[in-house]
């Protein structure tokens, strides 16, 4: 990554970051200089008036890692969330999410993966903490079939390290996992875990330390002036005006831009838990047990069942058992796994985990974020020359952090978009 001067990047955005923004800061932000107040409503620059160059609005991964990327290139970084970094509600903050290389045929994401782990790497050397956790990925099916024939190729094409491993030898290296159903596998070698919340505080913690400012405040885009947003309008009264704005509110986006993602975006009620490791056993700890990845596969379950799990580095191994998809208010339902799910998962345990008898010692109720086609959306919003968005994360998102850290920070100081990824990312054409 070339570093830029907050010079630079002025120079590259000149037509986002210097635009005149009327309205700014009326005084309802938590650590707002009151120098910034411009009551009068009277145009004031962006830029010069102790006003940010940017506005990032969602502190989960995609905007966490937007503000930081940003702040390091030169730019005035403010960032806003509605509960602030690490909250339960945010998709970014369950105890871990995992990385993986494997992608089926959508090497896209296999090369993203394979820089974002790169990149994670670095950041855990600089932030001094332990994010990552590798211990690899196997993906089971009831068969060989063409999606695992296509990872083998793409990992084959990246010189990806991979396993195809028969029943046989799964049975004899894992005797903790019960195999029924599965008749084909793929490990995927380098892929792992990252402590989740725990990676939010640190980039946070990160950006703030670097001189960028976070504001408890639920913002939505506020004045236009034709095709510039001046201002975001905070939640209880003011505004907070910018040179760019960048709205990286995960499943909330719908609600934030309901004409224009309200269909892009959709939202499902997703419940996971957490079993204990018996006292003393690392039998399920990552590094001896690899996550699972299964679909079509667990008896009974009909074909488009996807479960998984992701060994236990010290909150429990963490099930999520695929299912009917349910409704979810992002603000206002209980986080609280249903008898049902809990059924469920204990089933899915009985029969993948024979020998496992503890009990359930942690839970999470997440949302999914999904857009249609499951790839990202990193674009700039059409009727805004200067709101970009970044969401959709599908379930995936949040290794790819960094990486989305580094596209969104290009092209919001003017960088052009890599053709190659803006094809996927483009909201053109989708919902
Ligand atoms: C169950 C589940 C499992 C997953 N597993 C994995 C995995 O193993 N590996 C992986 O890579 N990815 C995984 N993902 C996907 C990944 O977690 C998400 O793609 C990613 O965390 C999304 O980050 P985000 O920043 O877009 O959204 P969020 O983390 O939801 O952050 C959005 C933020 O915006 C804030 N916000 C919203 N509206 C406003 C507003 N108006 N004003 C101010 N603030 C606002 C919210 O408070 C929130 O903090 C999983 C997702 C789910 C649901």
């Known amino acids: 990554m070339k570093p830029i001067t907050r010079r630079t990047f002025l120079g590259a955005g000149v037509g986002v970051a210097i635009t005149p923004a009327a309205g700014a800061l009326v005084g309802a932000v938590p650590g ?3 120098g910034n107040a411009h009551s009068s ?9 102790g006003l940010p160059d940017v506005v990032v609005v969602g502190a989960g991964a995609f905007g966490a890692w937007t503000a930081l990327t940003l702040i390091e290139r030169g730019a005035k970084v403010a960032l ?19 990385i993986r290389m494997s992608y089926g045929d959508r090497e896209v ?18 932030f001094g903490r332990k994010l990552l956790h590798p211990g690899g990925r196997l993906v089971m099916r009831r068969a060989w079939n063409k999606e695992l024939e296509d990872q083998k190729a793409v990992f084959d094409r990246l010189s990806l390290p991979y396993e195809v491993l028969e029943p046989e030898e799964m049975a004899k290296r894992y005797p903790q996992v019960g195999f029924e159903g599965v008749g084909a596998g793929f490990l995927d070698v380098n892929a792992g875990l990252l402590k989740a919340r725990e990676a939010i505080m640190a980039i946070t913690e990160a950006f703030e330390r670097k001189g960028g400012a976070i504001r408890l ?22 505004t907070l005006a910018a040179g760019a704005f960048v709205f990286a509110c995960g499943p909330w986006l719908r609600h934030v831009f309901p004409e224009l993602l309200g269909k892009v975006i959709t939202t499902a009620r997703i419940e996971i838990a957490y079993i204990g490791s018996p006292a003393g056993d690392s039998s399920y ?30 909150a429990g191994l963490k099930i999520a058992r695929g299912g009917p998809r349910m409704p979810m208010d992002l603000d206002r339902d209980e986080r609280i796994v249903s008898a049902w799910q809990i059924n469920r998962i204990h089933e899915y345990v009985r029969v993948r985990f024979p020998r496992l008898k503890e009990p359930i010692v942690a839970s999470r109720v997440c949302q999914s974020d999904a857009s249609p086609d499951s790839h990202f959306v990193l674009d ?10 970044a969401g959709g994360g599908s379930g995936h998102g949040f290794k790819h952090g960094p990486v989305v850290g580094e596209y969104m920070a290009d092209r919001v100081t003017g960088r052009p978009a890599v053709p190659d990824l803006e094809k996927f990312f483009s909201l053109a054409g989708r919902g």
């Open 32 to 34: 707002a200089a009151p």
């Open 41 to 49: 409503g009277q145009a004031a620059p962006a830029v010069g008036a």
């Open 80 to 98: 806003l969330d509605a509960y602030g970094p690490g909250h339960s509600r945010a998709t970014s903050c369950d105890e871990v999410r995992q």
């Open 109 to 126: 994401y296999s090369r993203s993966a394979m820089n974002a782990l790169e990149l994670w790497k670095k950041r855990e050397a600089e």
């Open 217 to 238: 405040a639920r913002a939505m885009p506020g004045a236009s002036a034709g095709r510039t947003l001046q201002n975001v309008a905070i939640d209880g009264g003011g």
């Open 285 to 314: 700890r990552q590094g001896i047990l690899p996550n699972l990845s299964e679909e079509g596969t667990f008896p009974g379950a009909p074909a488009s069942e996807v479960s998984y799990t992701q060994s236990d580095i010290d």
């Open 380 to 389: 700039r919003h059409p009727g805004h020359d200067n709101v970009w968005i």
